[in-house]
């Protein structure tokens, strides 16, 4: 069971885990795309940081949604809109709620998911943050044991999947428009959400 306080926690941590990360995501989004992956989510995983004092109140839903609005304003590029998607349709699970259950999170990731189908008109094999968002879900829901064990499968198989980027011929995004020659390249929004999920991963470990 998750409180408020994990959640303002864990979303501390997902902004240091982005800053330090900061380089290495701008890094990968060089031979793919326009190298600003990395200055994108920082400014506005940066940005979720500066209003999570005044948040600290509030239900999940309000607080999400807040993550959501915030990174929709300030990350920019594609993964903005997409990551921006992704938390305010969390949150729309989360309403109203001050404790989330590991069923709780599924549905809230789920819906994050079909949330990024829907505004990317991307699904998996693309090259995308899908591409390990989704195999992380379906090793979560098929996981058993305590929340740290199914966040630790939900965690290697967004890595295998982050990895598996890299045999993939993108067809969304900026990466798209090398075609063929966007094969053998690890896709930079698949390696931030297995970075975002390592911090929840590990809160509960
Ligand atoms: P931009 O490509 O506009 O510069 P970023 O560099 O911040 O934006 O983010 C690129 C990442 O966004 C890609 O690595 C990919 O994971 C994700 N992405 C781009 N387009 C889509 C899409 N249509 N569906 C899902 N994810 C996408
Ligand atoms: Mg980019």
Redesign the pocket.
């Known amino acids: 069971m998750a409180t408020i306080a994990d959640l303002i926690s864990i979303l501390e941590g997902m902004n240091g885990i982005i800053q330090e990360n900061k380089d290495f995501l701008t890094q ?2 060089m031979p ?3 190298s ?2 990395g200055i ?2 920082a400014r506005g995983f940066q940005a979720v940081a500066d209003k999570l004092p005044s948040l600290a109140e509030k239900d999940a839903g309000t607080i999400l949604k807040t993550v959501g609005m915030t990174l929709v304003s300030t ?6 809109p ?1 990551y921006g998607t992704a938390f305010m349709k969390a949150a729309v699970v989360a309403n109203g709620k001050t404790e989330l259950t590991m069923e709780d999170f599924l549905s809230m990731l789920d819906a994050a998911v079909e949330g ?2 829907f ?4 699904t998996t094999g ?6 390990a968002m989704v195999p992380a879900l379906e090793a979560m829901k098929a996981a058993s044991g305590s929340a740290g064990e199914i966040l630790a499968a939900g965690l290697d198989a967004a890595q295998v999947g982050v990895e598996n980027t890299k045999g993939m011929i ?1 067809t ?4 798209s428009y090398l075609g063929e020659r966007s094969l053998g390249h690890q ?7 297995a970075l975002l999920l390592s911090v929840i991963a590990k809160h509960f470990a």
């Open positions: 990968l989004d793919i795309g326009d600003d992956h994108n989510m990350v920019g590029g594609a993964s903005g997409l990024v189908k505004r990317g008109k991307s693309e090259q995308t943050m899908l591409d993108a969304k995004g900026r990466a896709d930079p929004g698949a390696t931030s959400f």
